[in-house]
Every structure is written in structure tokens, then in C-alpha cells.
């Protein structure tokens, strides 16, 4: 449980945890901290100031790779008999909220960081039992050899394995502050990353104060500072460092490409429910041009994760990912599965497919990027938890050596080409590109590359075009008639939406910018016929008449699921992400 201290204009992040954070806690509110008055760190008001709280280590991002990052941290104190203090900002209301994975875990990375994880009951308790490939046509299935080795590998909900792992770091003394967005990044007279700060509450629409109204905190470093960025994929922070200090050309150089996951979790009848089964389907519905494809996991307790993949470089504007993903549901091998049930969860996100060719150097001053932020999912694995969880554990132990040896941050870039996540990438990088080609000419690429030439292809492909400039302008696009939903197994997104407790305070500023406003009426709705009301799973954006009758772009900002796919694949790239005010977005608990 989290608290937030109100004291006149100032605000302060308190965690009430155990008795040393207590400790820790009390410290702050007695006046151990630090106030800044320099105009990087001043609030919108010229009148307050931000109270600057230091740490050693801050890390951005209650995800697997942020949370992996700080007992590792806390674990190198135990050892060398150290003291870092260590926080953890999560723009969740809760750790976990904005988690969302498959995921059929490969516990890696966590036999490392907790070797007797088993004992220490980490959710990750259901073993792959069967594991199934199948190609769809809108009828049949034809099972294919399945790519995937998942043996030893266990279905799970990765937003409460990631509840657990907040568990084990609060035990270690990892001050954690859910409910509050990391909005700014902080640097100094050199350029440096100093820390970030979080965005002011209680603002209202027209950006006046509300009586509730909370000043942003200064998260700093001390004097030998480390700032950790494990925002996941398309961090917001991130990508305004990956630019700054183009680290994306100072790493290997290709543009990241995505893909948006939607998915749901089914309660089903006992007698259909295997757990541990593990399915995956390429093919229908989506088009032999758009790369992307299905998951049925089994999990415990009679629930399934369900979900659809879509890679976000399709090139018909008229496509729906969200209606493709109700269509698949409708498929006769899987509506018997589903038909009966009831859908306790919905949710979408993004997710990193660029692989090898799209690792930016992680390292900028002050800091580094870790995760998903980053980019180290195994697209024909289909997983990255494991290698976002690693990329913490080393960045950690080159924050460590930074704070207590001196030495500096590229140790991490070093030992990340150096383990097993660089082997891994570098051996799976042609699949993703292999599609490009198309379904049938990707497949057959993929399958040389893995049963024959296992990963050692003389020659590295490229991605295609970045994902927003795919897309085709509606003219040279059909249009895709969708069916109506039945309310049985497909449904529509005002219910999907509820199902993910997607919250947002409606009196504050939207955090969904449009850079130039009048691009969305003179570019994207004449030239590729509105896709902001097809892309977006939560219809964020509608376009709706005004008094003359004209359509308009309207911005549901309340609606968002925090999935990214807007700030993607939005053709002109005319959206711009920024975090909202913490505590608003998913709540998701089974994801």
C-alpha cells in the first residue's frame, strides 16, 4: 500500500512497506532530502519547486526488466556489503496494472536471479504439457512441425509473476512508488542524466489547479548517479533518449518494427480446459501480405489466455486489428473452446519484433535502457520476458560497479554482447524479416533457417519499411467488411474495454498530443480514410461530424490502454505518447 503526503505545495512519494522502508520513509518526511530550485527541475509554476528526492539507482518501470534491475542491485549489497538505495517508479496504479504478456515463460533468467524460485512460490507453477502449430484457412487447420521448444517452460500470468518479483524486491529494500508517471527526464549542465521527475496531479483539462493538485518529485541520483529506463516497449522516455543521443546508429542501426497484441483470458468449461496446452496459428485471418498470428495457453484454475498478434507494417488502411482478432475467435476449431465460457480480462499492447538488426546502444549518460525498452524479444520464440528480466541483471551489476568501483555504464553493453541474449538474438534475426515476403515465402525461409541452417545464415536481412510508412493510402486499399459481434465469443470494444478496468481521470490534460492539428482531417482522413479509428483497440479516436456536418477527429484520451500502437503506426506520425497522470490506464491482475 502507497501513500501520498500532502504538505502545502510540496508533495512527497511514500511508501508504506516494511519497517526499514518505514525507516527510510520517515527520513524523507523529517527533511533528509534535497530541494532543487534550478530551472530544469521547476515546475510548471513559477512559484513552487519540485522536491528532489536522490538515490543511487533510479529505475523507471515496475515491468520484469526494472524489477529484475533492482534486487539485482540489492542481491550485489547483500554480497559485497554495500548500501544503495534503490526506488522504483511505476506508472500503474498498482505494480502489475500495466503488465501484459502471452506468455509461455522460460524461467532463464529467473533460475539466476531466484535459483530456488520453487520454494519461494513465484507464481510459474503450470509446465507446458503439449504444444501445438497449426496454419488457419478460413475453414480447416493444417498442423505444421511446431518451431517452438517449450519444454521446460511454464504457461503463466506475467503480471502476477511481476506482482511476486515487486514482493521479493520490497523484501530486499527496493523502495517501490506505484501510481506516479515518470514524465521528464532531468540532466545537468553536461548533458547528463541526473533522474526524472514525475508529473504533476490534480491538473485539470484547461490546465488550471484542482484542490487535489500535487507538485511532480525529482527522482536524482546522488553524486555517482545511475538512472535505469525499463519502461517496456516504446517507452515514452525512452524514445526521446534513443533520439537525443542517437543510440539507435550507435547500436545496430535498424529501425525497431511492431506489432499489437490483444488479448483476453476465458474462464472455461472443466471438461474443454488442459492445462498446460499450448497452441499457435498463422494464416487466417489476416491476409498472406500481413505477417502476425494466434495463442490458445491453457493456464490453471479452467482460464486460457487468448490472443491474436498483428505485425503493425500492414499495408491496408481498413484493417482492424481489434475485429480481426473477434473474427479469429469465430474460426470452427475455436469457438467450441470458447463458446459457454466467460471472459474475465481484456487488454492489448505492443511489443518490440525488430529483434537483432534493431538493438539500440543502451547506453546514454547517466544511464542506460533496459527491456523492452530496449528490444530483446525472440520473435520466433515469441518470447521476451526472460531476456527483458537478464538485460536488468546485467545493467544492475554494471550500475554496481559504476557506484561502488567507479568503473563506467558500458560494462552493460559489453556483457549484453557477451551472454546468452546476444547469442539467442543473433541466431532467431532472420525470421522477422523472412515475412516481409509474405506468409507462404516467410514460412519456408524461416524453416531453412531453423531445422537446416540453425541460425547461421551468412547473411543478416533487413526490415522492411518502418511500420507507419507501410501503410498504403486507402485508394490502392479494399475495404474489409467485419461481422457484427454475437455477444458470445466476439464482442464489441465499448464491453472489451470495460473487461480491462481501463480508469483515467476525465478532468485532466490528454495526454495523447497531436503535433499539428489539422493533419488528421487534411492527411490521414481524405488520403488513408481515418486508420486512427482502426488501429487504436480501444477507439481512442472517432471521427465524428461537427455542426456542418465535416468529420472531425475526436480523442477519447480516457479510453487508453497505454498498447502504444497510435505513436506507431499512425502514417504521419502526428501522435505523440506521453504518460498521463499516474494511477490512470489498465488495471490488469490476470495478464
Not at 466467460?342 to 542506460?368: D, H, W
Request: glycine fraction near 8%.
Amino acid at each position: 500500500m502507497y501513500k501520498l503526503i500532502n504538505s502545502c505545495s510540496k508533495s512527497r512519494l511514500i511508501p508504506l512497506l516494511s519497517e526499514s522502508t518505514l525507516y527510510k520513509s520517515a527520513n524523507l518526511v523529517l527533511g533528509k532530502y534535497s530541494r532543487s530550485h534550478s530551472s530544469s527541475e521547476s515546475s510548471s509554476s513559477t512559484d513552487t519547486y519540485r522536491e528532489a528526492i536522490n538515490y543511487d539507482v533510479v529505475i523507471v518501470g515496475g515491468g520484469p526488466a526494472g524489477l529484475s534491475a533492482a534486487i539485482r542491485v540489492k542481491q550485489l549489497c547483500q554480497q559485497k556489503d554495500a548500501d544503495l538505495s534503490v526506488c522504483v517508479v511505476e506508472k500503474g496504479a498498482e505494480v502489475g496494472a500495466h503488465i501484459l504478456s502471452g506468455n509461455v515463460f522460460e524461467p532463464r533468467a529467473l533460475d539466476e536471479l531466484f535459483p530456488h524460485w520453487k520454494q519461494e512460490e513465484a507464481p510459474v507453477d503450470v509446465p507446458v504439457t503439449s504444444d501445438n502449430f497449426w496454419l488457419l484457412s478460413k475453414n480447416h487447420t493444417f498442423s505444421l512441425p511446431s518451431p517452438f521448444d517449450n519444454n521446460g517452460n511454464y504457461v503463466i500470468s506475467l503480471s502476477q509473476l511481476v506482482r511476486w518479483l515487486g514482493q521479493k524486491a520490497e523484501e530486499l529494500g527496493v523502495e517501490i512508488y506505484p501510481g506516479f508517471a515518470a514524465s521528464e527526464i532531468l540532466c545537468n549542465e553536461h548533458n547528463e542524466v541526473t533522474g526524472i521527475a514525475t508529473n504533476d496531479m490534480g491538473v485539470a483539462k484547461d490546465g488550471s489547479r484542482k484542490e487535489n493538485y500535487q507538485c511532480g518529485v525529482a527522482l536524482k541520483g546522488k553524486f555517482r548517479r545511475v538512472t535505469l529506463l525499463a519502461e517496456g516497449c516504446r517507452g515514452s522516455l525512452s524514445e526521446k533518449l534513443i533520439k537525443k543521443y542517437n543510440l539507435r546508429e550507435k547500436g545496430q542501426g535498424q529501425h525497431q518494427t511492431y506489432a499489437l497484441g490483444i488479448k483476453e483470458v476465458w474462464e472455461i468449461d472443466a471438461d474443454k480446459h488442459q492445462p498446460g496446452s499450448v497452441l499457435h496459428t498463422v494464416g487466417w485471418p489476416l491476409d498472406q501480405k500481413s505477417y502476425g498470428g494466434s495463442f490458445l495457453y491453457h493456464m490453471k484454475d479452467r482460464q486460457v489466455a487468448v490472443g491474436l498478434v498483428v505485425a503493425l507494417d500492414y499495408q491496408n488502411p481498413f484493417l482492424n486489428p481489434y475485429e480481426e482478432y473477434q473474427r479469429f475467435k469465430r474460426h470452427p476449431a475455436i469457438r467450441p473452446l470458447l463458446e459457454g465460457g466467460t471472459v474475465l480480462q481484456y487488454g492489448a499492447r505492443c511489443l518490440n519484433e525488430g529483434g537483432f538488426q534493431s538493438i539500440p546502444y543502451p547506453v546514454f549518460p547517466g544511464g542506460a535502457i533496459v527491456g523492452c525498452s530496449a528490444g530483446f524479444l525472440n520473435v520466433p520464440k515469441i518470447k521476451g520476458t526472460h531476456t527483458a528480466m537478464k538485460s536488468g541483471m546485467l545493467a544492475a551489476e554494471s550500475a554496481f560497479s559504476v557506484l561502488q568501483e567507479g568503473l563506467k555504464m558500458e560494462t552493460y553493453w559489453d556483457n549484453l554482447r557477451s551472454s546468452w541474449i546476444w547469442e539467442e538474438l543473433y541466431t532467431a534475426r532472420n525470421y522477422r524479416p523472412a515475412f516481409k515476403y509474405g506468409l507462404y515465402p516467410g514460412l519456408a525461409l524461416s524453416a531453412v533457417e531453423h531445422y537446416i541452417l540453425k541460425g547461421k545464415f551468412p547473411v543478416t536481412l533487413n526490415h522492411g519499411k518502418p511500420d507507419h510508412e507501410a501503410t498504403r493510402e486507402a485508394k490502392l486499399s479494399s475495404p474489409i467488411e467485419y461481422p457484427k459481434p454475437d455477444g458470445a465469443v466476439s464482442f464489441d470494444v465499448p464491453t472489451s474495454l470495460y473487461r480491462s478496468n481501463t480508469n483515467h481521470d476525465h478532468d485532466q490534460p490528454s495526454h495523447l498530443h497531436l503535433r499539428d492539428p489539422a493533419v488528421p482531417e487534411k492527411v490521414n482522413l481524405p488520403k488513408y480514410a481515418g486508420p486512427e479509428a482502426r488501429y487504436c483497440p480501444a477507439r481512442v479516436y472517432e471521427y465524428i461530424p461537427d455542426d456542418t456536418g465535416d468529420l472531425k477527429l475526436q480523442i477519447n484520451a480516457q479510453n487508453c490502454v497505454h498498447c502504444k500502437a497510435c505513436s506507431i503506426k499512425d502514417p504521419t506520425q502526428n501522435i505523440e505518447w506521453t504518460v498521463p497522470e499516474g494511477g490512470g490506464g489498465p488495471g490488469y491482475t490476470i495478464m
